[in-house]
């Protein structure tokens, strides 16, 4: 398997799971456009599009960081121009940028609520939107385009809306995007696929919510290596699926997992969210 050569474009790469798989594919020699909005370090968020690109370029890669706010379509359209100009095509898009509120309906105010949706669900539109033509330019080219969306599988079960409809809702779009998208475009020969954790991932992110405990959760890197299987499969083939991160390595033949646990030797790890 290699992705040398692929040319990707991730969203809200600058740092975690987005910055993991950047770095994945980076070890093979692919160009990577890192969409992403900071600019400057915040020191609770540590990461900006241009240490990323740095990390990328160090891991052999190429980088191109990009500023880009997925609630503007201009901002999305002109970066994804930028890319396909700067790397001759686009092959893959991984729409991991998303946000998250987990309150309940009465506490969720409506700045949060559109956040949400603007950059879940109507930023991982806009911006598949945006590549699918380079997309469809690099199935024709024999290239195996991919969308990959870092969003889990859909359920309509009660107890994962009770408690944070809004940001179910939010996420199970991201979904919906994969479920028709990938009916929509299979005869153009791209796949769409989404990749979701078994247990939480120690990220920036998730260290800002209170009450979690990021010594039992697992590194970003189990999911950079699930999506480096997926984006390696032909696009003609494996298309429309819900992966979980644990069980894609398995069939693979990976069940030895501590690697990338936090705290190695870790038996009970915080579940995430939308999993059964």
């Known amino acids: 398997m290699s992705l040398s050569g692929k040319k990707l474009f991730i ?15 980076a070890r093979d020699g692919a160009s990577v456009a890192i969409a992403a909005k900071t600019v400057e370090s915040n020191p609770k968020l540590p990461g900006t599009i241009f240490t ?44 991991n940028a998303s946000a998250i509120n987990l309150t309940k309906t009465l506490e969720t105010p409506a700045k949060r609520f559109d956040l949400m949706f603007d950059v879940n669900v109507r930023g991982t539109f806009l911006t598949s939107q945006a590549v699918l033509p380079h997309l469809i330019a690099s199935a024709q080219a024999g290239r195996n385009p991919h969308i990959l969306n870092l969003s889990p599988p859909l359920s309509m079960k009660p107890h994962w809306f009770k408690n944070h409809v809004a940001y179910t809702m939010a996420k199970y779009g991201m979904s919906m995007c994969v479920l028709g998208m990938s009916a929509e475009f299979k005869r153009d020969g791209i796949a769409v696929n989404a990749l979701w954790p078994r247990t939480a991932i120690d990220t920036a992110a ?71």
């Open 11 to 25: 969203t809200g790469g600058s740092r975690g799971i987005g910055l993991a798989i950047a770095l994945r594919a």
């Open 52 to 95: 990323a690109a740095e990390e990328i370029r160090n891991a052999g890669g190429v980088a191109l960081p990009i500023q880009c706010d997925l609630r503007d379509e201009t901002q999305i359209a002109m970066a994804v121009e930028k890319a396909a100009e700067a790397f001759g095509g686009i092959d893959i898009l991984i729409n």
């Open 206 to 276: 998730l260290a800002m919510i209170p009450g979690v405990d990021t010594h039992a959760c697992r590194k970003p890197e189990i999911l950079s290596d699930s999506a480096y299987i997926i984006l390696n499969r032909p696009s003609t083939e494996c298309t429309g699926n819900f992966f979980i991160d644990d069980e894609l390595l398995a069939s693979e033949g990976i069940t030895d997992l501590d690697k990338y646990a936090v705290v190695p030797g870790t038996t009970d790890f915080l579940l995430d969210f939308f999993l059964d």
